[in-house]
């Protein structure tokens, strides 16, 4: 048995192997090749792979093949070694004739869609296992598409769900004679599949939800899927590991639509990935995604603690990003309501922030002016805000106070925060005379509107009231309504005209504060000039 054994083979220094070179070299083109030069040799000869696909148990199963007549029993869980292992010793037609182990490998995976859901996994992850060493991108698209296709019938008629891994001894098939309806409620029927995909790497969870978009595949369900598997896979991988795979599923939920992909898991993975170096192609993708549905997020979301080296309580930079994300793709695309939602969203956050001793009046000012003016309805939050800030920051010069007033819109204050406007010492004295003042042309444009009703003939209801008069053949039931109806409208219109007399009156107090806020600033104006004379500056502008 020694003299037959007369050549070594040393694969990838893993195993040695003693074997008959007559015997390998007739079956395989490239160690015919290399025993080729050496002949005439009478001594034992080493043949050392470093690259063999497989290694040694790939090796192992290519000499069983030869040493039996190029006759071996080819299934799912050795198909891939052999394929591969018979590629790169050139087992083809042109060395053994029929008998030739990559012919009979090629036969084999055209019956692949036959195989079992068990099948295709083990297959699936045996080429996972070659790479990156061989090139097996074939083997494993086609391998994907079966997957993918298989998956495409469970949605219509369900596979059995997976009990166990690819990797166990027992082979599953893909049902057995238990009822499915009676394993599995209607969310199981789309997501049996989750578990036992978490064998793939990223990369191939990548292929497969590319696979997945270009067959038409729910959106719905290839996000939860990906969640799934980032949360997963972060138990039992290292923190390099656990980069790479967020930053493919980052990747990956950017090209679904992005209705498919809650907010609430695109905030979860920006929390798990705050602390991890991810690139910045995916940080953008994300922050990209949460700002598209910017509307749908809660203050307890957009309340991130800032970036280790940054001052700030909360990473205001981050929500700007967000914001910016969400206006950029134009404010016709963005609905009165939504854009609205954020409006509220942002004030509240705003509130949140204010208190912040070591937030710059610049990004407050930033925060407070990136939204439009039809954002917000009212600006009585806003104003909240800004004081609880100039409360907070006391030592701002006035011009930077003014700039902070000037984000105010007066004509969407209330009348209680103009009247409060117009006593808070921590406001320049303009702003609360613009204040006043905007509040005043408010109740007086009310109030001549009020004194000069429109009468009855030209309103709806008293033209209504002459045809019918005008008309023959009507129910006299009908003309008392109307006649209710103006009655009612008198009453309604005495009880508005009682209610301006007394917001007149409250106009009038306005006027003599306002008035007399006037005279006391041209008092002092007047007192700044005599005491500096040609080094007097006169009032500001109020603001627009």
């Known amino acids: 048995m020694e003299v037959c054994c007369d050549l070594e083979v040393d694969v990838n220094g893993e195993e040695s192997f003693m074997v008959n070179k007559r015997v390998i070299a007739s079956y395989s083109g490239k160690l015919s090749k290399l025993l080729g030069k050496s002949k005439g040799s009478t001594r034992n000869l080493k043949v050392v792979f470093h690259?063999?696909?497989?290694?040694?148990?790939?090796?192992?199963?290519?000499?069983?093949?030869?040493?039996?007549?190029?006759?071996?029993?080819?299934?799912?869980?050795?198909?891939?070694?052999?394929?591969?292992?018979?590629?790169?010793?050139?087992?083809?037609?042109?060395?053994?004739?029929?008998?030739?182990?990559?012919?009979?490998t090629e036969k084999s995976l055209e019956e692949m869609r036959y195989w079992t859901w068990s099948e295709l996994l083990i297959a699936l992850k045996q080429c996972q296992d070659l790479?990156?060493?061989?090139?097996?991108?074939?083997?494993?698209?086609?391998?994907?598409?079966?997957?993918?296709?298989?998956?495409?019938?469970?949605?219509?008629?369900?596979?059995?769900?997976?009990t166990s891994s690819p990797d166990s001894s027992g082979i599953r098939f893909s049902c057995d004679t238990r009822s499915t309806e009676s394993l599995k409620t209607s969310s199981s029927r789309s997501t049996w599949w989750f578990e036992d995909l978490?064998?793939?790497?990223?990369?191939?969870?990548?292929?497969?939800?590319?696979?997945?978009?270009?067959?038409?595949?729910?959106?719905?369900?290839?996000?939860?899927?990906?969640?799934?598997?980032?949360?997963?896979?972060?138990?039992?991988?290292?923190?390099?590991?656990?980069?790479?795979?967020?930053?493919?599923?980052?990747?990956?939920?950017?090209?679904?639509?992005?209705?498919?992909?809650?907010?609430?898991?695109?905030?979860?993975?920006?929390?798990?990935?705050?602390?991890?170096?991810?690139?910045?192609?995916?940080?953008?993708k994300l922050e990209s995604m949460i700002g598209s549905q910017l509307d749908q997020a809660s203050l307890d979301n957009l309340l991130v603690p800032s970036p280790h080296g940054i001052n700030h309580l909360y990473d205001v930079n981050l929500v700007l990003r967000f914001l910016n994300s969400f206006l950029r793709g134009?404010?016709?695309?963005?609905?009165?309501?939504?854009?609205?939602?954020?409006?509220?969203?942002?004030?509240?956050?705003?509130?949140?922030?204010?208190?912040?001793?070591?937030?710059?009046?610049?990004?407050?000012?930033?925060?407070?002016?990136?939204?439009?003016?039809?954002?917000?309805?009212?600006?009585?939050?806003?104003?909240?805000?800004?004081?609880?800030?100039?409360?907070?920051?006391?030592g701002l010069s006035e011009e930077e106070k003014m700039k902070l007033c000037c984000l105010l819109n007066y004509e969407k204050l209330s009348e209680e925060a103009c009247i409060h406007l117009s006593q808070n010492a921590k406001f320049p004295s303009k702003s609360a005379v613009q204040a006043l003042i905007s509040q005043q042309v408010k109740l007086k444009s009310l109030f001549h509107a009020t004194n000069n009703p429109k009468s009855y003939g030209d309103s709806p209801l008293g033209v209504t009231e002459v045809d019918n008069e005008g008309r023959n053949g009507h129910d006299s039931n009908e003309q008392r309504?109307?006649?209710?109806?103006?009655?009612?409208?008198?009453?309604?219109?005495?009880?508005?005209?009682?209610?301006?007399?007394?917001?007149?009156?409250?106009?009038?107090?306005?006027?003599?504060?306002?008035?007399?806020?006037?005279?006391?600033?041209?008092?002092?104006?007047?007192?700044r000039v005599l005491s500096s004379h040609s080094h007097a500056r006169s009032l500001p502008k109020l603001c627009s």
Not at 134 to 160: F, Q, Y
């Open 51 to 104: 690259d063999f696909p497989g290694g040694a148990e790939s090796f192992e199963l290519i000499s069983r093949f030869c040493y039996n007549n190029g006759s071996i029993d080819i299934t799912p869980s050795n198909i891939s070694l052999l394929h591969f292992a018979a590629l790169f010793m050139e087992m083809n037609i042109s060395v053994s004739g029929a008998r030739n182990l990559f012919e009979k």
């Open 131 to 162: 790479l990156p060493a061989t090139n097996c991108l074939p083997l494993l698209e086609k391998c994907l598409d079966c997957i993918v296709g298989r998956l495409a019938l469970a949605s219509e008629a369900s596979p059995c769900p997976s």
């Open 198 to 284: 978490l064998v793939l790497d990223p990369n191939l969870v990548e292929m497969l939800v590319k696979s997945m978009v270009t067959r038409k595949f729910d959106h719905v369900t290839i996000s939860r899927f990906l969640f799934y598997y980032q949360k997963s896979k972060f138990y039992t991988v290292e923190s390099d590991a656990k980069r790479t795979i967020a930053e493919a599923v980052i990747d990956m939920l950017y090209i679904l639509d992005q209705s498919s992909v809650s907010c609430k898991t695109l905030f979860w993975i920006l929390r798990v990935v705050q602390n991890m170096n991810i690139n910045k192609s995916s940080r953008n």
């Open 330 to 394: 134009g404010t016709a695309k963005a609905s009165p309501m939504r854009l609205r939602k954020v409006g509220v969203l942002v004030d509240l956050y705003i509130a949140e922030v204010a208190p912040d001793p070591c937030l710059r009046p610049s990004k407050f000012l930033a925060l407070a002016m990136v939204l439009p003016d039809a954002a917000r309805d009212s600006y009585d939050e806003l104003y909240r805000a800004i004081d609880m800030y100039l409360e907070v920051h006391g």
């Open 481 to 527: 309504v109307l006649y209710a109806g103006k009655l009612d409208l008198l009453a309604d219109n005495e009880k508005l005209r009682e209610h301006l007399h007394g917001m007149q009156w409250r106009v009038m107090e306005l006027e003599k504060m306002c008035k007399k806020m006037q005279t006391q600033m041209a008092k002092f104006t007047k007192s």
